[in-house]
């Protein structure tokens, strides 16, 4: 599906409503490579969730942490951090970016910076369209 600018969601009923309305699809890359790069965003995202709560939402996603260029080469203290997921996992129809530019902190990554804020606008999207999350074993091993 092409990229394209939302003007906002609202809960209509049990639907999602979205203006404006989707672009026609056209196929980029093979089905079978796309199934397996989600299936790799897939696993890894369910490594970084909610350790110990049990909560698996549907999510497949990817964090990022890079360094910003600064004349000609890299500033080593500057990084922009991002986590990009898409869900459900199995039939995608939303895709969340976060992106935070020049985080503070030494813990500054987007697994620890960027990934926190998606979560909170992927539990917005989960609530306003039903989508709810898997009950998985704790990671302790407890009920």
């Known amino acids: 599906m092409r990229p394209h600018v939302v003007q906002g969601l609202r809960n209509n009923g049990n639907a999602m409503v979205a203006t404006p309305s989707h672009p026609r699809r056209k196929r980029v890359f093979q ?3 796309t199934a397996t ?12 969730q909610a350790p110990g709560t049990g909560l698996h939402h549907p999510v497949a996603g990817k964090s990022g942490t890079s360094q910003k260029a600064l004349h000609g080469g890299y500033d080593p203290d500057t990084v922009t951090t991002s986590f990009v997921a898409h869900l459900p996992t199995d039939q995608p129809r939303f895709v969340v970016l976060a992106v935070v530019d020049e985080p503070r902190g030494e813990d500054a990554y987007g697994a620890t910076v960027a990934l926190p804020v998606a979560y909170r606008v992927i539990d917005s999207i989960m609530a306003l369209d039903n989508l709810l999350p898997a009950r998985t074993a704790p990671v302790d091993g407890s009920l």
């Open 37 to 48: 790069v989600r299936n790799w965003m897939a696993a890894a995202t369910r490594l970084a």
């Open 31 to 33: 089905e079978a490579s």
